[in-house]
């Protein structure tokens, strides 16, 4: 790992497990982001060996921070209570211990919304952000950060909000997976994700909304069309935010 980088970030997603190391005095990576398929069969065995690869890999030094991004809500100590991409087998699972072990070293774990949201804050579009700030990841599944005057309130997992009208969980209604699958053009994505955010807003006033996840880059063909009266902007660091958000997370928690 090069002498450019403070700490190492891993992001664990249901399609691809990406790592890098990173610089956290310019909030971008130090080396380009190396990327391994998620196993089909995503247990906590195989995703450990996944993330023991990526590290030696770039040779992350002793003593380095190292952040993973997990796509589950995440207690310190606590099991897994709850999981929806990946394989069911981690529910009963603690992934500090699990991929503590697997390094041999300590590693620090976090909701991989939540990396996402802070990696926003800290370096991107809401940097400098007073109040409430939501930001969302929008892909496999809805993923959301609240951060509110710079401070991370977790685990909120407000993609399976229940929607009004019948519509149900609003992961299942307005992801881009679910775009993808049922091959809804931009427009009429956007009025299923105006229900969403709607009601995100009447919940939780917040100052301002950040829109992720890779579908972000073409936010110019949805975001104009999502009626809502908060301010919208899309992330600027895109798929880079989970692995510099667990990195940035990490240097919080270890150092």
């Not at 409430?132 to 892909?139: P, S, Y």
């Not at 919208?232 to 667990?246: D, F, H, K």
């Amino acid at each position: 790992m090069i002498e450019t980088a403070q700490a190492f970030g891993i992001d664990i997603g249901g399609s691809g497990i990406k790592a890098a190391p990173v610089d956290l005095e310019k909030g971008q990576f130090a080396e380009p982001r190396y990327k391994i398929l998620t196993p089909e069969n995503s247990t906590p065995k195989a995703l450990a060996e996944v993330v023991k690869e990526q590290i030696k890999h770039f040779e992350v030094p002793e003593g380095a921070p190292i952040g993973i991004a997990f796509p589950a809500p995440v207690k310190p100590g606590k099991p897994i209570d709850f999981i929806a991409n990946l394989d069911q087998s981690w529910v009963g699972v603690d992934p500090t211990q699990v991929f503590s072990e697997a390094c041999g070293k300590p590693v620090v774990v976090v909701n991989d919304a939540d990396a996402a949201g802070l990696a926003e804050q800290q370096f991107g579009a809401a940097k400098g952000q007073d109040g409430l700030v939501i930001a969302t990841t929008l892909g496999t599944g809805i993923g959301t950060a609240l951060i509110y005057n710079g401070v991370l309130i977790p685990n909120t997992e407000l993609g399976h909000i229940e929607l009004r009208k019948g519509k149900g969980d609003a992961e299942k209604y307005a992801s881009s997976g679910v775009r993808d699958k049922q091959s809804l053009g931009y427009k009429k994505w956007a009025k299923r994700l105006t229900k969403y955010y709607s009601l995100l807003e009447l919940y939780f006033s917040p100052e301002l909304f950040v829109v992720g996840g890779g579908v972000s880059r073409m936010s110019e063909k949805f975001l104009p069309y999502v009626d809502v009266q908060t301010p919208m902007v899309p992330a600027t660091l895109r798929n880079e935010a989970g692995i510099i958000g667990a990195a940035y997370y990490a240097t919080t928690k270890l150092l």
